[in-house]
């Protein structure tokens, strides 16, 4: 018997394969287009459900016993479609600018507070229901014809099963779905003027849909009784993935996205929530509550550093047999053999200016601001724009690599301290994601961050956890800490450093600054 982990993103879907115990076994991806033009940022919805036909197709031709599929996605983008489950016009993206006056339509007929603790989330255009609004009065001919809004883990799983559910976690993402009686709220649908009936049943977190439909296990080479499975949006599936399941723990997501997401015993303080542009989030667990603490631009920053910048580095680390990351923090330490030196230490030392004030992992003392697309939280601010402070004309590519590390780390630095007031207390982060694989970025964000955090074996957190609940749906795992033994392996624990945190405390407080000083210039 296998079990399965379906993710569904904005540009491509991967299906990965388990065995019963939980041992990866294989994997299949398929992307798809995205077309972003100006006004509209649109995705095929046909598109990815050829795509999820596609990767299942795959699997299935090495793996016919696969007795579950778990379904997670990205949030917000939605689409109308008819009763067979078919699109009615391409599904609008999260980011697609539509939807903006609609937004601010509902805040004029309910306070954005009042919407907010109701469902946990600060009013954005980002969400489903003001472009659901756009699509009534711009495109009603479609709207006369819905019988179904889907978002992607309902839509693919309807399309799988003919059954129209969703789980909270997603659910929550539309902007109008209550997070503490766990319905659609009657009152935001009406004030929007949307038919709630339009939308999918919510459910719990990893129930099932019930079995694939006949004719398309037929096609696809699946048993007739495979399940199918809704799990989450992906954020609360990288939770799972991360073996994280009370306050005393929150998740590193140290992917393209840097995601730090505390879990909460109860409903966190939703007035400090509101003022971070934090989201609360129903968890897996009954009664339990994550927020999204995040950076637009977490690996992408230092990808773009790499690519940009270290093209000779490249070239040389190809030569080598060793990776570009390795080859710039090798040069980095070469760089400061006795030290960095820091602006007062040069000030007092002699002419060579280094002197022997800090260890070689001590903070460049740059200061990056890691906003190269947009500021996520706590700002929420599409229009702040990345920065770098304290460049000279002597300033290496594996300096500016490093302070780049540091920005992001500066950045949830930020974030824990807005949160430190919502009711948020762990004391241990789990890191996953390719970032984790980095010993330097581990122990800096140790350091800096004052908390011990393990680095997970597993990358893809959330296919881990879609396979996690899949499991458990299927009779693989007994509970969530049955699947999280079998499947969440820690790789290696990195302790802080009082010493090195106090360093890092001395830039942050600069950093703090940094945003409201260079905004108005941009």
């Known amino acids: ?53 596609f990767v299942i197709g795959e699997m299935a031709k090495t793996y016919p016993d696969i007795a579950g599929i778990g379904v997670t996605s990205f949030g917000e983008t939605c689409v109308l479609a008819d009763e067979n489950g078919k699109p009615l016009h391409m599904a609008m993206l999260y980011t697609d600018p539509r939807g903006a006056a609609e937004c601010e339509e509902l ?77 659609w709220s009657e009152e935001i649908f009406k004030i929007a003027d949307i038919d709630m009936e339009l ?29 199918i499975v809704s799990i989450s949006h992906d954020q609360v599936s990288a939770a799972v993935g991360a073996g994280v399941f009370d306050s005393a723990t929150a998740v590193d997501g140290a992917g393209t996205v840097e995601c730090m997401t505390p879990i909460y015993d109860g409903l966190p303080e939703l007035e400090v929530m509101y003022a971070g542009n934090y ?65 007062d230490a040069l000030r007092a030392s002699e002419p060579s200016g280094f002197v022997n004030v800090y260890k070689e992992e001590c903070p460049t003392g740059m200061l990056v601001l890691p906003h190269f697309a947009g500021a996520a939280t706590p700002y929420m601010d599409t229009g702040s724009k990345g ?35 919502s009711g948020v207390h762990f004391d241990m982060l789990q890191a996953t994601g390719g970032g984790a ?38 009779g693989c795992f007994a509970d969530l800490e049955d699947a999280a033994a079998h499947m969440v392996e820690k ?8 010493e090195m945190h106090e360093k890092y405390q001395q830039v942050y407080q600069r950093y703090r600054k940094l945003y409201e000083a260079v905004r108005p210039l941009m």
């Open 491 to 498: 790789r290696e624990v990195y302790q802080p450093r009082e």
């Open 199 to 227: 939308m999918s049943k919510p459910v719990p977190t990893g129930t099932s849909a019930g079995a694939v439909r006949p004719e398309i296990a037929k096609e696809l080479g699946l048993s007739v009784d495979t399940q």
């Open 387 to 421: 920065v770098m402070v304290g460049l000279t004309a002597g300033t290496s590519v594996c300096e500016i690599y490093r302070a780049c590390m540091e920005g992001v780390v500066y950045e949830m630095m930020l974030n824990m301290e807005y949160l430190k007031d």
């Open 1 to 53: 018997m296998k079990i399965a982990g379906l993710d569904i993103g904005t540009t491509g879907c991967k299906l990965t394969v388990f065995d019963e115990k939980g041992t990866y076994l294989d994997k299949s991806y398929k992307d798809y287009p995205v077309k972003r033009v100006s006004g509209e940022h649109e995705v095929d919805a046909e598109a990815i459900m050829e795509g999820v036909y």
């Open 437 to 474: 694989r980095s010993k330097v970025w581990m122990q800096m964000k140790a350091d800096a961050l004052g908390l011990p955090i393990t680095a997970l074996r597993t990358v893809d957190a959330g296919t881990v956890g879609s396979a996690m609940l899949t499991g458990i749906a299927v």
């Open 107 to 183: 805040t004029r007929k309910m306070d954005g507070r009042t919407i907010a603790s109701i469902t946990g989330v600060k009013p954005h255009e980002m969400y489903s229901i003001p472009k659901l609004m756009w699509l009534k009065k711009n495109r009603p001919e479609l709207y006369a014809k819905a019988r179904h809004a889907f978002l992607m883990e309902d839509y693919v799983v309807f399309a799988l099963t003919g059954t129209a559910q969703i789980d909270y976690s997603l659910a929550t993402r539309t902007m109008a779905f209550d997070i503490t009686s766990l319905k």
């Open 279 to 343: 989201a609360v989030v129903p968890y897996v667990v009954p009664g339990k509550y994550v927020a999204y603490a995040f950076s637009y631009t977490g690996g992408a920053l230092i990808q773009w550093c790499v690519d940009t910048l270290a093209k000779k580095e490249k070239e040389l680390a190809a030569e080598r047999g060793i990776s570009v990351n390795e080859l710039l923090e090798e040069e980095y330490r070469k760089l400061y053999p006795s030290g960095h030196p820091t602006s």
